[in-house]
């Protein structure tokens, strides 16, 4: 089946560590997004990118950083730089521009 | 002011009622989504839409672009409609599909 997998479904880690989220596609699709969720907020854009080796910074990028080695995968690197890195993050993808998004199941990371 | 407003927050239904869920709008926008994300936190895409309206098994949503607005209907409601509720704006900026997204509507339907 064709999807989107994010790994683990839970992490948690210890301030000031460095911790990498997986985003794994494969629905051929061009476009991959990182999105972060907060308690009574709406999603908001960390990181996109639109082809290989390309990615921009979206609303919220300070203290994160992503990859695009591969058309599959986008793995996001929350740093230590992240003030308040504890929230549930989402990665998605889509065909193309303007295209239907499709969601992962989500990462809910939690650091004391 | 949110650039993607919904209404209600928080909507709680017995099983069988019509459900009608709002998202208002201040962007300009390419189409507009309607996401259903369930405790656990994973998200569905119910429908993307960018004109008039469309409809899957229960599910209708409805798009005025005049009004800046869009409508998220369900019929026969069930438990298992039982969920948040997301609106999200779809804007092309730089070549790139950015979405705004509403604060969600958390669905409650009771048996």
New interface residues.
Partial sequence: DGGITQSPKYLFRKEGQNVTLSCEQNLNHD?M?W?R?DP??????IY?S?IVNDF?K?DIAEGYSVSREKKESFPLTVTSAQKNPTA?Y?C?S?IA??????????T?LTVV | KNEVEQSPQNLTAQEGEFITINCSYSVGISALHWLQQHPGGGIVSLFMLSSGKKKHGRLIATINIQEKHSSLHITASHPRDSAVYICAATNIIQGAQKLVFGQGTRLTINP
């Fill in positions: 476009a997004y999105y969720q009574g907020q709406g999603l908001r854009l996109y639109q921009q979206g549930f989402l998605a889509s521009v303007a295209s239907e998004a499709f969601f992962g199941q989500g809910r």
